[in-house]
């Protein structure tokens, strides 16, 4: 073969290499690949200590200020202590973070449920999940079932209280936007308004004071207060279960949250192993029973 010839045969095939380099380096990923290389694959799997959290290598809680006991202990949720900073911890724990590794935030009641873009990991402060609350945000699974409780003072007429109708004509009392506001209007549906108050302590305030004959509140939290905080009170009753399905408290998360499916795991490892009825029987061990009012 000539060498002109030969030389352009040679150079018409390094040309075709080339094109073939580049047209495989533009195909398309095979579709296998693409997903090994998806945002949410590894924070689907759990990975112990590196979640995709708010701040790398750390979780961020949150929860309401003032922080009420039994729940928390001394008004300080990082100290360990009451029944939601240990459980927090434990959750932490089982998600791989300790607890230098867990950071504390304040935020309102409210607002942890509320719409909108979540500045924590996940919120404990006793939120009951509910349906209408899973369309704002994402719950893991019940860490605690609870039931509601009424609180009045001593010697009144609300505290002699037997059954459900015996509470309707007094004026009674609750946090807004909790269950136990809930509970005051569609199941006590008293024949006066209620107070709704924006914190527990105000409720306690009025009811101190006899702006209200009676509150509302979680059994446990009833406990504390007619032991601890309005001692001339007294627990009247609790609630039966709404509609049969028990009321349980459920860590909040931001809607469509990545690490909800993680929380959720790691509040279900809590109860199979027994760690969340050990933390329960160390910090509400005295909230054991109340009248059921029918």
Known sequence: MPL??????????????????????????????????????TREACAKGALGTRTSGRLTVATDEPAYEPWFKDDKPANGKGFESAVAYAVAKQLGYDRSKVTWQSVPFN?????????????????????ERKKAVDFSSGYYDVRQAVIALKGSKAARAKNLADLKGVKLGAQVGTTSLNYIDDVLKPDRQPAAYAKNDQAKSALKNGQVDAIVVDLPTAFYITAAEVTDAKIVGQFENNGGTPERFGLVLDKGSALTSCVTKAVDALRADGTLASIEKQWLSEAVDAPVLK
């Open 4 to 41: 002109a010839q030969r030389a352009l045969r040679r150079a018409a095939s390094t040309a075709t290499v080339a094109l073939l380099a580049v047209a495989v380096g533009c195909a398309p990923q095979p579709e296998d690949k693409a997903a090994d290389k998806a945002p949410g694959k």
């Open 111 to 131: 607002k942890a449920f509320a719409p909108g873009e979540k500045t924590f990991d996940f919120d404990i402060n006793q939120v009951s999940i509910s349906a």
